[in-house]
Protein backbone atom coordinates (compact mmCIF):
# COMPACT_ATOMS: atom_id res chain seq x y z
CA UNK A 1 0.00 0.00 0.00
CA UNK A 2 3.03 2.57 0.84
CA UNK A 3 4.70 1.43 -2.15
CA UNK A 4 1.95 2.60 -4.14
CA UNK A 5 0.46 5.85 -2.30
CA UNK A 6 4.53 6.83 -1.05
CA UNK A 7 5.39 10.11 -3.61
CA UNK A 8 8.12 9.86 -5.68
CA UNK A 9 8.90 13.52 -5.30
CA UNK A 10 7.06 16.42 -4.23
CA UNK A 11 7.49 20.23 -4.61
CA UNK A 12 4.91 22.98 -3.55
CA UNK A 13 2.36 22.51 -5.39
CA UNK A 14 1.90 18.96 -6.22
CA UNK A 15 2.89 15.67 -5.48
CA UNK A 16 4.17 12.84 -7.95
CA UNK A 17 4.09 9.27 -8.19
CA UNK A 18 5.71 7.34 -10.72
CA UNK A 19 4.44 3.72 -11.06
CA UNK A 20 5.21 1.42 -14.23
CA UNK A 21 3.83 2.57 -17.47
CA UNK A 22 1.56 5.42 -15.66
CA UNK A 23 2.62 9.02 -13.73
CA UNK A 24 0.31 10.52 -11.46
CA UNK A 25 -0.06 14.04 -10.17
CA UNK A 26 -2.01 15.14 -6.84
CA UNK A 27 -2.10 19.19 -6.60
CA UNK A 28 -4.47 21.92 -5.90
CA UNK A 29 -4.76 23.60 -9.17
CA UNK A 30 -3.06 23.56 -12.59
CA UNK A 31 -3.35 26.52 -14.58
CA UNK A 32 -1.66 24.60 -17.69
CA UNK A 33 -4.00 21.54 -17.29
CA UNK A 34 -6.73 23.58 -16.99
CA UNK A 35 -5.76 25.39 -20.60
CA UNK A 36 -5.14 22.09 -22.42
CA UNK A 37 -7.59 19.86 -20.86
CA UNK A 38 -10.01 19.58 -23.78
CA UNK A 39 -7.02 18.65 -26.05
CA UNK A 40 -5.02 16.15 -24.36
CA UNK A 41 -6.41 15.97 -21.03
CA UNK A 42 -3.11 16.45 -18.78
CA UNK A 43 -0.63 19.00 -18.73
CA UNK A 44 1.84 19.22 -21.19
CA UNK A 45 4.56 19.48 -18.31
CA UNK A 46 3.92 15.98 -17.48
CA UNK A 47 2.84 14.65 -20.90
CA UNK A 48 5.75 15.39 -22.86
CA UNK A 49 8.49 14.20 -19.98
CA UNK A 50 6.28 10.86 -19.55
CA UNK A 51 6.57 10.09 -23.35
CA UNK A 52 10.03 9.91 -22.85
CA UNK A 53 9.90 7.74 -20.04
CA UNK A 54 7.77 5.31 -21.58
CA UNK A 55 10.01 5.73 -25.26
CA UNK A 56 13.02 4.95 -23.15
CA UNK A 57 11.42 1.77 -21.26
CA UNK A 58 9.96 0.65 -25.02
CA UNK A 59 12.96 0.70 -26.47
CA UNK A 60 14.78 -1.07 -23.71
CA UNK A 61 12.42 -4.14 -24.36
CA UNK A 62 12.77 -4.27 -27.77
CA UNK A 63 16.57 -4.27 -27.17
CA UNK A 64 15.88 -6.71 -24.25
CA UNK A 65 14.34 -9.15 -27.40
CA UNK A 66 16.70 -8.63 -29.80
CA UNK A 67 19.33 -10.10 -27.83
CA UNK A 68 17.51 -12.52 -25.74
CA UNK A 69 16.25 -14.15 -28.70
CA UNK A 70 19.74 -14.65 -30.11
CA UNK A 71 21.29 -15.77 -26.82
CA UNK A 72 19.11 -18.41 -25.56
CA UNK A 73 19.74 -20.27 -29.48
CA UNK A 74 22.00 -23.07 -29.72
CA UNK A 75 22.60 -22.95 -33.53
CA UNK A 76 23.35 -19.21 -34.63
CA UNK A 77 24.18 -17.32 -37.55
CA UNK A 78 27.35 -14.67 -37.25
CA UNK A 79 25.63 -12.09 -39.57
CA UNK A 80 21.47 -12.80 -37.84
CA UNK A 81 24.57 -11.91 -34.18
CA UNK A 82 25.66 -9.09 -35.90
CA UNK A 83 22.26 -7.54 -37.15
CA UNK A 84 20.76 -8.31 -33.67
CA UNK A 85 23.46 -6.19 -32.13
CA UNK A 86 23.45 -3.15 -34.56
CA UNK A 87 20.17 -2.90 -33.78
CA UNK A 88 20.30 -3.64 -29.69
CA UNK A 89 22.70 -0.21 -29.91
CA UNK A 90 20.56 1.60 -31.78
CA UNK A 91 17.53 0.95 -29.37
CA UNK A 92 20.10 1.57 -25.90
CA UNK A 93 22.05 4.40 -27.23
CA UNK A 94 21.21 5.86 -30.61
CA UNK A 95 17.18 6.68 -30.21
CA UNK A 96 17.35 6.54 -26.02
CA UNK A 97 16.68 9.89 -24.76
CA UNK A 98 18.58 11.04 -21.98
CA UNK A 99 17.29 14.19 -19.62
CA UNK A 100 17.11 16.73 -22.29
CA UNK A 101 14.63 18.74 -20.00
CA UNK A 102 15.64 22.56 -18.54
CA UNK A 103 12.84 22.70 -16.18
CA UNK A 104 13.66 21.34 -12.60
CA UNK A 105 9.90 19.22 -12.40
CA UNK A 106 10.46 17.90 -15.89
CA UNK A 107 14.42 17.03 -14.76
CA UNK A 108 13.15 15.55 -11.98
CA UNK A 109 10.17 13.20 -12.71
CA UNK A 110 12.56 11.96 -15.51
CA UNK A 111 15.33 10.67 -12.99
CA UNK A 112 13.17 10.09 -10.14
CA UNK A 113 11.12 7.84 -12.44
CA UNK A 114 13.38 6.59 -14.26
CA UNK A 115 14.46 5.11 -11.19
CA UNK A 116 11.54 4.28 -9.52
CA UNK A 117 9.98 2.61 -12.50
CA UNK A 118 13.11 0.01 -12.54
CA UNK A 119 13.99 0.84 -15.76
CA UNK A 120 17.57 2.27 -14.76
CA UNK A 121 17.59 -1.05 -13.43
CA UNK A 122 16.24 -2.54 -16.34
CA UNK A 123 18.77 -0.62 -19.20
CA UNK A 124 21.83 -1.80 -17.03
CA UNK A 125 20.58 -5.23 -17.49
CA UNK A 126 19.95 -4.95 -20.84
CA UNK A 127 23.36 -3.09 -21.73
CA UNK A 128 25.18 -6.02 -19.93
CA UNK A 129 23.07 -8.50 -21.74
CA UNK A 130 24.33 -6.24 -25.15
CA UNK A 131 28.11 -6.81 -23.88
CA UNK A 132 27.53 -10.70 -23.95
CA UNK A 133 26.42 -10.43 -27.36
CA UNK A 134 29.23 -8.48 -28.77
CA UNK A 135 31.57 -11.11 -26.78
CA UNK A 136 29.99 -13.85 -28.29
CA UNK A 137 30.60 -12.32 -31.50
CA UNK A 138 34.38 -11.42 -31.13
CA UNK A 139 34.69 -15.45 -29.94
CA UNK A 140 33.31 -16.35 -33.10
CA UNK A 141 35.23 -14.67 -35.30
CA UNK A 142 37.94 -15.20 -33.53
CA UNK A 143 37.03 -19.12 -34.48
CA UNK A 144 36.53 -18.15 -37.77
CA UNK A 145 39.49 -16.40 -38.23
CA UNK A 146 41.66 -19.48 -36.54
CA UNK A 147 40.23 -21.66 -38.96
CA UNK A 148 41.13 -20.04 -41.95
CA UNK A 149 44.97 -19.80 -40.55
CA UNK A 150 44.71 -23.51 -39.85
CA UNK A 151 43.34 -24.05 -43.17
CA UNK A 152 46.16 -21.70 -44.64
CA UNK A 153 48.92 -23.93 -42.55
CA UNK A 154 47.51 -27.02 -43.19
CA UNK A 155 48.17 -26.14 -47.21
CA UNK A 156 51.33 -24.69 -47.09
CA UNK A 157 52.39 -28.28 -45.65
CA UNK A 158 51.23 -29.97 -47.84
CA UNK A 159 52.52 -28.02 -50.34
CA UNK A 160 55.56 -28.14 -48.83
CA UNK A 161 55.50 -32.22 -48.89
CA UNK A 162 54.45 -32.32 -53.04
CA UNK A 163 57.57 -29.75 -53.85
CA UNK A 164 59.95 -32.68 -51.57
CA UNK A 165 57.94 -35.46 -53.05
CA UNK A 166 61.26 -36.51 -55.22
CA UNK A 167 63.48 -36.96 -51.93
CA UNK A 168 61.38 -38.72 -50.06
CA UNK A 169 60.63 -41.48 -52.50
CA UNK A 170 64.40 -41.80 -52.78
CA UNK A 171 64.12 -41.79 -48.72
CA UNK A 172 61.91 -44.70 -49.22
CA UNK A 173 63.26 -46.64 -51.62
CA UNK A 174 62.51 -48.26 -55.32
CA UNK A 175 60.90 -51.49 -54.19
CA UNK A 176 57.53 -49.82 -53.62
CA UNK A 177 55.54 -49.33 -56.65
CA UNK A 178 54.30 -45.70 -57.72
CA UNK A 179 51.06 -46.41 -56.29
CA UNK A 180 51.77 -46.98 -52.74
CA UNK A 181 55.09 -44.42 -52.78
CA UNK A 182 51.84 -42.00 -53.30
CA UNK A 183 49.58 -43.52 -50.74
CA UNK A 184 52.18 -43.56 -48.27
CA UNK A 185 52.65 -39.70 -49.25
CA UNK A 186 49.01 -39.17 -49.28
CA UNK A 187 48.50 -40.86 -45.42
CA UNK A 188 51.97 -38.64 -44.23
CA UNK A 189 50.38 -35.51 -45.30
CA UNK A 190 47.13 -36.77 -43.62
CA UNK A 191 49.36 -37.18 -40.16
CA UNK A 192 50.82 -34.14 -41.02
CA UNK A 193 47.38 -32.19 -40.91
CA UNK A 194 46.18 -33.86 -38.14
CA UNK A 195 49.42 -32.86 -36.15
CA UNK A 196 48.81 -28.86 -37.38
CA UNK A 197 45.32 -29.31 -35.90
CA UNK A 198 45.82 -30.22 -32.81
CA UNK A 199 48.96 -28.09 -32.30
CA UNK A 200 46.33 -25.55 -33.25
CA UNK A 201 43.60 -26.66 -31.15
CA UNK A 202 46.14 -26.74 -27.94
CA UNK A 203 47.39 -23.13 -28.76
CA UNK A 204 44.23 -21.26 -29.45
CA UNK A 205 41.74 -22.56 -26.99
CA UNK A 206 37.99 -21.46 -28.33
CA UNK A 207 36.57 -18.67 -25.43
CA UNK A 208 33.67 -19.48 -23.21
CA UNK A 209 30.94 -18.04 -23.13
CA UNK A 210 27.53 -17.70 -21.60
Known sequence: ???????????????????????VSINKESRAMEETCEYIGISPYLIIPHAVLLHNEILTDLADKEIASFLTRKKVNLAMLEQAKRKAEKYLYLYYLPNVFNYITERTIYEKATIGRGA????????????????YIDALWERRRDRGQLLIAILLALLSLL????????????SLSVELKWLSMIILSVLVGAMIALFWGLKSPQKETS
Do not use: C, P, W
Not at 120 to 135: F, N, R
Not at 163 to 174: E, L, M, P, R, W
Open 163 to 174: QAKDTYFSIIGN
Open 120 to 135: KDKLTATQKKLDELAS
Open 1 to 23: MFDTLEATFSDSVAIYKAHRATL
